[in-house]
């Protein structure tokens, strides 16, 4: 049992490049999450998914965007790359229901833009 | 909205008892998590609370106190693999699949 399993776990990008970052879980949750974590500023969200076909923004969202197509599969996009989404990205799923639901996190994305 | 307040960094020494408060406020309250992450991983789960009381698993236990906005996480027993950093987190009033979470308490133990 995977989890959630995020690819690639590096990358260095120059300004202006464009890549996308996968996001697989095998648990059948239905919520899936990316959050982007900075020193001092804690974890904040990108954009979110509730579902199969659907995405919302979240608490940062300029400068991405993300799609989620097949249930298990949440996968976030930058246009172009700017040294201020240096960042490490995490990915997360949860079930829907109670309130008490924990999210389960990937291993996370260390992305560098020069 | 939500806002969540705990303390960057703490010290503890190996063997001792530490506390790790957190203050949030919200406008509709359900329930409060705690997470672990240690240096270069993944947050993972410790712990859920929605009832006020303090509740245990392990050398771990929470507390909460609705009324007062408030909970803590003790650590017991301490380890040197319990340094990591201790996040604070509470499902938005709007709608409880998002979560906000605080900045995180890094505690470090010391021989």
């Known amino acids: 049992n995977a989890g959630v399993t995020q690819t690639p776990k590096f990358r260095v990008l120059k300004t202006g490049q464009s890549m996308t970052l996968l996001c697989a879980q095998d648990m059948n949750h239905e919520y899936m999450y990316w959050y982007r974590q900075d020193p001092g500023m804690g974890l904040r969200l990108i954009h979110y998914?509730?579902?199969?076909?659907?995405?919302a923004k979240g608490e940062v969202p300029d400068g991405y965007n993300v799609s989620r197509l097949k249930k298990q599969n949440f996968l976030l996009g930058l246009e172009s790359a700017a040294p201020s989404q240096t960042s490490v990205y995490f990915c997360?799923?949860?079930?829907?229901?109670?309130?008490?639901?924990?999210?389960?996190f990937g291993d996370g994305t260390r992305l560098s833009i020069l | 909205g939500q806002n969540i307040d705990q303390p960057t960094e703490m010290t503890a020494t190996e063997g001792a008892i530490v506390q790790i408060n957190c203050t949030y406020q919200?406008?509709?309250?359900?329930?409060l998590f705690w997470y672990q992450q240690h240096a270069g991983e993944a947050p993972t789960f410790l712990s859920y609370?929605?009832?006020?009381g303090l509740e245990e698993k392990g050398r771990f236990s929470s507390f909460l106190s609705r009324s007062k906005g408030y909970s803590y996480l003790l650590l017991k027993e301490l380890q040197m693999k319990d340094s990591a950093s201790y996040l604070c987190a509470v499902p938005n009033s709007g709608g409880y699949q998002k979560v906000t979470f605080g900045i995180g308490t890094k505690l470090q133990v010391i021989p």
């Open positions: 919200t406008s509709g309250f359900n329930g």
């Open positions: 998914s509730v579902g199969e076909g659907t995405t």
């Open positions: 997360a799923s949860s079930y829907r229901g109670q309130s008490n639901q924990p999210q389960h």
């Open positions: 609370n929605v009832l006020d």
